[in-house]
């Protein structure tokens, strides 16, 4: 199996001779994020984790992300939370991009190394911590998780995705391929976090156009997306909000694999207004 790499922010701040114009684009259809805007003057803080900075890369707010929300969190060695998670209905899924982070699950030790996944259901009992030298840099995507009466909270895991066999797209020879962490036919699950890869040249075929909300941040190489109406290059580092039916395609441009985290919601009725709400008589 081929190296795999896994892209993560570093902060600093551009020299005062730097170009000011980018690659940020934020409209009502599908935000871009580039790697060269996550600095050290937009990281944040959280209560209850020491030696620990953070970038936000989306939120639920109106005109923007509606379902989730998606950290980059970076941990000094030592630093880390026994308090991580305080709000008791929602989910997470953390995927490690560099170091070695500490996960301690219902009580159960965890060492999790680049491309490393962990689900964490609703409640449950999860504390963090770099154990190491180096600094650690994983992502967190967070979800309020939609019980549904008769159907059980799926429990917590870990693994890795240098442990599981891509699955190919149908008719695509494996230039197309996804890694999937859970089975997508669960409804147990409401949200989907799965790493995908593109071998050069490789396309999406047609503008997608549905009902599931994404975030993607490109892990590995580039391509080019068709977002919309507009063409617009991508390259590792860089993350995209695409709002639910936004029309969607990509060209993998090589030389190496284009690889990304993608999130989205899944499984769930659609939200109706109370007031559309059915009234018997």
């Known amino acids: 199996m081929a190296q795999r790499t896994y892209y993560s922010p570093k902060g600093g701040l551009p020299p005062q001779t730097q170009m000011l114009s980018d690659r940020a684009v934020f409209t009502e259809a599908y935000a871009i994020i580039p790697k060269g805007v996550l600095r050290d003057i937009v990281t944040s803080y959280l209560p209850f984790w020491e030696g620990t900075r953070l970038w936000v890369l989306s939120r639920p707010m109106s005109g923007f992300s509606e379902t989730f929300s998606q950290y980059i969190m970076e941990v000094l060695p030592g630093g880390g939370s026994d308090r991580p998670e305080l709000d008791s209905g929602a989910e997470g899924v953390l995927f490690v991009v560099e170091g ?58 870990v693994t890795n995705e240098n442990d599981i066999a891509p699955t190919p797209m149908p008719e695509t020879e494996g230039v197309w391929a996804t890694t999937r962490f859970v089975d997508p036919t669960d409804l ?30 490109v892990l590995e190489g580039k391509a080019v997306y068709h977002l919309n109406q507009d063409w617009v290059e991508v390259e590792a580092g860089d993350y995209m909000w695409l709002r639910a039916f936004c029309p969607q395609a990509c060209y993998a441009g090589g030389p190496g694999p284009f690889r990304y985290l993608l999130y989205k919601d899944v499984n769930r009725h659609m939200k109706l207004n109370a007031s559309s709400a059915y009234r018997g008589r």
Not at 101 to 127: D, K, S
Not at 189 to 217: A, K, N, R, S, W
Request: charged share 20%; hydrophobic share 40%; aromatic share 14%.
């Open 188 to 217: 147990r699950y409401d949200m989907h976090v799965t790493v995908v890869t593109f071998q050069p040249g490789g396309v999406i075929p047609f503008d997608e156009t549905h009902v599931m909300e994404h975030g993607l941040y």
């Open 100 to 157: 070695e982070l500490t996960l301690t699950l219902e009580g159960e030790r965890y060492v999790m190394q680049p491309g490393g996944y962990a689900f964490l259901p609703p409640g449950c009992n999860w504390q963090v911590r770099n154990a190491g030298n180096e600094v650690v840099r994983f992502h967190w995507i967070r979800k309020a998780y939609e019980f549904v009466e008769g159907i059980e909270v799926p429990e917590a895991f």
